[in-house]
C-alpha cells in the first residue's frame, strides 16, 4: 500500500554533517505526523524528531540542538539534516509515517532503515 524509501546515510567523519531523506509512495490521501528515529548497536530504536503535517517539530534529546526535521508535503518527505556529528550518532535511522489512505482507513508505516556510521 505505502512504501517509505529513505536514503542519505553513509560513513562521515566526526564534526561533519549528513541529510537523510525519506519519501513515502503508494495509496497516500495525506500524510500526517512523520518522524526519525534510530537504533545505535545493540541498543533500542528511540526517537530522535517528528514533524507534524503543519511543521511543527519536537525534538528528544538524541535530536536536539544538531539535528533539525522538516518536509516537503508536496512530495510527500521528510528530511533530517544532522550536523555536528559524533561517534555516538552512529545507528541505524528509519522514518516513520501516519499516513491517511481515504476518509475512513490510516495506516502507520515505517522505512526500511539507513545506515549512519560517525568515525571518530
Known amino acids: 500500500q505505502v512504501q517509505l524509501v529513505e536514503s542519505g546515510g553513509g560513513l562521515v567523519q566526526a564534526g561533519g554533517s549528513l541529510r537523510l531523506s525519506c519519501a513515502a509512495s503508494g495509496s497516500i490521501s495525506s500524510v500526517n505526523d512523520m518522524a526519525w528515529y534510530r537504533q545505535p548497536p545493540g541498543k533500542q530504536r528511540e526517537l530522535v524528531a517528528t514533524?507534524?503535517?503543519?511543521?511543527?517539530?519536537k525534538y528528544t534529546d538524541s535530536g536536539k540542538g544538531r539535528f533539525t526535521i522538516s518536509r516537503d508535503n508536496a512530495k510527500n518527505t521528510v528530511y533530517l539534516q544532522m550536523n555536528s556529528l559524533k561517534p555516538e550518532d552512529t545507528a541505524v535511522y528509519y522514518c516513520?509515517?501516519?499516513?491517511?489512505?481515504?476518509?475512513?482507513?490510516?495506516?502507520?508505516?515505517w522505512g526500511q532503515g539507513t545506515q549512519v556510521t560517525v568515525s571518530s
Open positions: 514533524i507534524t503535517s503543519g511543521g511543527s517539530t
Open positions: 516513520h509515517a501516519d499516513i491517511r489512505h481515504s476518509s475512513y482507513s490510516t495506516g502507520s508505516y
